[in-house]
């Protein structure tokens, strides 16, 4: 019996050991750790949780992110972390905050409001919605083949038909009107974008009314190598940046804008928001600027945005290639000498397109996962008001997706600032947010489920290069 009694009071020992210990790893698993502390570098690395699933997308929701995993699950993680589920049983890897409302796709395919359960109609699982001001959403039918104007509540308030990409992402190129590429081709079958489908040509939606005011068609055989076109502004009413290839070379720049623009903004390099977006004067999209492909057959040039007149892209991001800073000319077009019959097809007649000034920047950096869809693993951040006007902060990951570097370019160049480490290989798109002082936070998921948060401080981050 003294046997037995001992057996069981080592028993009850070990059990309420393992509870301690589920406790504690429990516990561990929900508070924020720091990774790599260290006196000489003010970047911190904070694993905020671990989630259900590796990230597919992230979004920022209530003071915090929302992040979609693999398994369809939703959670929501603040700074402080907190953690909570928002949802199960979400497909696709479409996550948009919209006005303070977070959308997904439910497992029947519909749009769906996160907080409210509203549920709108079917929509495509790999284009993107646009939010628009006032919540509203624009978004494409399950075939690509409609533009569907929901409102706040998702409800439909107008559809008209458009052979749009079937993973199309808007993007507003002026107040009250989006560019979406459409027009489908198979003529370049290079899949960098996960499938072989690409836009032969960008229209311009008015919203008032869903009709295009302004269209671009790309030359025969080529095609638009991206599923969103960049906003452009410098370059003109309606300016916006494409990545066109099927030349032999690789991906080229094209600069569009409004080719018979009633304001003259686009020779003046005025700014996009000039000119009227109701479709009364319907524009023509012309070539204003332009820059030579890679050299090389199936080699993508990554465009990542602009900032005033100078534009970002990395080229072949697959293969090490360098980022590229682009600088637009203070006046996009100049008169053609003699006929005007040559040059770039798509120009104004008349006018020659301007050359885009190269500057090209060895950082070891990467912005995109070849057949990935997504194309935010590299970006520009936000502008803080504190910002130089010459300074331009990017957060791209490292070509082995295990740091995260902070990039700033100024007038003597692109450099690295600064390095975060993390815990796995970068999973989806970070989101990339600025605090009161300047300093830059990106909320990062990795391949091994954690949701981390690293904070470049403004100082000792930003400082000027010895």
Same mark, same amino acid.
């Given at each position: 019996?003294?046997?037995?009694?001992?057996?069981?009071?080592?028993?009850?020992?070990?059990?309420?050991?393992?509870?301690?210990?589920?406790?504690?790893?429990?516990?561990?698993?929900?508070?924020?750790?720091?990774?790599?502390?260290?006196?000489?570098?003010?970047?911190?690395?904070?694993?905020?949780?671990?989630?259900?699933?590796?990230?597919?997308?992230?979004?920022?929701?209530?003071?915090?992110?929302?992040?979609?995993?693999?398994?369809?699950?939703?959670?929501?993680?603040?700074?402080?972390?907190?953690?909570?589920?928002?949802?199960?049983?979400?497909?696709?890897?479409?996550?948009?905050?919209?006005?303070?409302?977070?959308?997904?796709? &439910?497992?029947?395919?519909?749009?769906?409001?996160?907080?409210?359960?509203?549920?709108?109609?079917?929509?495509?699982?790999?284009?993107?919605?646009?939010?628009?001001?006032?919540? +509203?959403?624009?978004?494409?039918?399950?075939?690509?083949?409609?533009?569907?104007?929901?409102?706040?509540?998702?409800?439909?308030?107008?559809?008209?038909?458009?052979?749009?990409?079937?993973?199309?992402?808007?993007?507003?190129?002026?107040?009250?009107?989006?560019?979406?590429?459409?027009?489908?081709?198979?003529?370049?079958?290079?899949?960098?974008?996960?499938?072989?489908?690409?836009?032969?040509?960008?229209?311009?939606?008015?919203?008032?009314?869903?009709?295009?005011?302004?269209?671009?068609?790309?030359?025969?055989?080529?095609?638009?190598?991206?599923?969103?076109?960049?906003?452009?502004?410098?370059?003109?009413?309606? +300016?916006?940046?494409?990545?066109?290839?099927?030349?032999?070379?690789?991906?080229?720049?094209?600069?569009?804008?409004?080719?018979?623009?009633?304001? +003259?903004?686009?020779?003046?390099?005025?700014?996009?928001? &000039?000119?009227?977006?109701?479709?009364?004067?319907?524009?023509?999209?012309?070539?204003?600027?332009?820059?030579?492909?890679?050299?090389?057959?199936?080699?993508?040039?990554?465009?990542?945005?602009?900032?005033?007149?100078?534009?970002?892209?990395?080229?072949?991001?697959?293969?090490?290639?360098p980022l590229e800073r682009w600088t637009l000319p203070a006046t996009a077009e100049r008169d053609?000498?003699?006929?005007?019959?040559?040059?770039?097809?798509?120009?104004?007649?008349?006018?020659?397109?301007?050359?885009?000034?190269?500057?090209?920047?060895?950082?070891?950096?990467?912005?995109?996962?070849?057949?990935?869809?997504?194309?935010?693993?590299?970006?520009?951040?936000?502008?803080?008001? +504190?910002?130089?006007?010459?300074?331009?902060?990017?957060?791209?990951?490292?070509?082995?997706?295990?740091?995260?570097?902070?990039?700033?370019?100024?007038?003597?160049?692109?450099?690295?600032?600064?390095?975060?480490?993390?815990?796995?290989?970068?999973?989806?798109?970070?989101?990339?947010?600025?605090?009161?002082?300047?300093?830059?936070?990106?909320?990062?998921?990795?391949?091994?489920?954690?949701?981390?948060?690293?904070?470049?401080?403004?100082?000792?981050?930003?400082?000027?290069?010895?």
């Amino acid at each position: 019996m003294a046997h037995a009694g001992f057996r069981m009071a080592a028993l009850a020992a070990a059990l309420a050991l393992v509870a301690a210990l589920a406790v504690a790893a429990a516990t561990a698993q929900r508070a924020p750790r720091i990774l790599d502390p260290s006196a000489t570098s003010p970047v911190v690395t904070t694993v905020v949780t671990t989630l259900p699933a590796p990230a597919v997308a992230l979004a920022p929701y209530r003071g915090g992110v929302a992040a979609l995993g693999a398994d369809g699950s939703l959670m929501h993680a603040t700074r402080d972390g907190d953690v909570g589920r928002l949802r199960r049983g979400l497909v696709s890897e479409v996550l948009i905050a919209c006005e303070g409302a977070l959308l997904a796709i &439910d497992g029947s395919g519909r749009l769906t409001e996160i907080a409210t359960g509203a549920v709108g109609p079917p929509v495509s699982l790999h284009a993107t919605p646009a939010c628009l001001p006032g919540g +509203g959403v624009l978004a494409l039918d399950p075939n690509a083949e409609r533009l569907l104007l929901l409102d706040a509540s998702l409800r439909p308030e107008a559809r008209a038909p458009l052979a749009a990409l079937p993973d199309a992402e808007p993007t507003f190129v002026g107040p009250g009107t989006v560019a979406i590429p459409v027009h489908p081709s198979l003529d370049y079958r290079h899949g960098v974008l996960g499938d072989e489908v690409e836009a032969a040509a960008v229209a311009v939606v008015g919203l008032a009314t869903l009709e295009t005011v302004a269209r671009w068609d790309a030359p025969r055989r080529l095609v638009i190598e991206q599923r969103r076109l960049a906003p452009f502004p410098a370059a003109g009413r309606f +300016g916006m940046v494409a990545t066109v290839s099927g030349g032999g070379d690789g991906g080229a720049l094209v600069v569009l804008a409004a080719g018979n623009d009633p304001t +003259g903004s686009v020779a003046a390099g005025g700014d996009a928001t &000039d000119g009227d977006a109701s479709g009364s004067d319907t524009a023509e999209l012309a070539v204003v600027a332009t820059a030579p492909g890679i050299g090389m057959e199936n080699r993508w040039r990554h465009v990542l945005g602009a900032s005033g007149r100078r534009l970002y892209s990395l080229a072949t991001p697959h293969l090490g290639g360098p980022l590229e800073r682009w600088t637009l000319p203070a006046t996009a077009e100049r008169d053609a000498p003699g006929d005007a019959a040559g040059g770039a097809p798509g120009r104004a007649p008349g006018r020659v397109p301007a050359e885009l000034r190269r500057e090209a920047f060895s950082l070891g950096v990467t912005s995109h996962t070849i057949g990935q869809r997504e194309l935010d693993l590299g970006r520009l951040v936000p502008r803080h008001p +504190g910002d130089p006007a010459e300074l331009d902060l990017l957060v791209m990951p490292t070509r082995d997706l295990r740091t995260v570097r902070l990039i700033a370019c100024d007038a003597a160049g692109c450099r690295a600032a600064a390095d975060a480490g993390l815990p796995g290989r970068l999973a989806a798109a970070p989101w990339i947010e600025r605090d009161v002082e300047g300093g830059v936070r990106a909320w990062v998921a990795t391949d091994e489920a954690s949701l981390s948060l690293v904070t470049f401080p403004r100082d000792g981050i930003l400082s000027e290069p010895e």
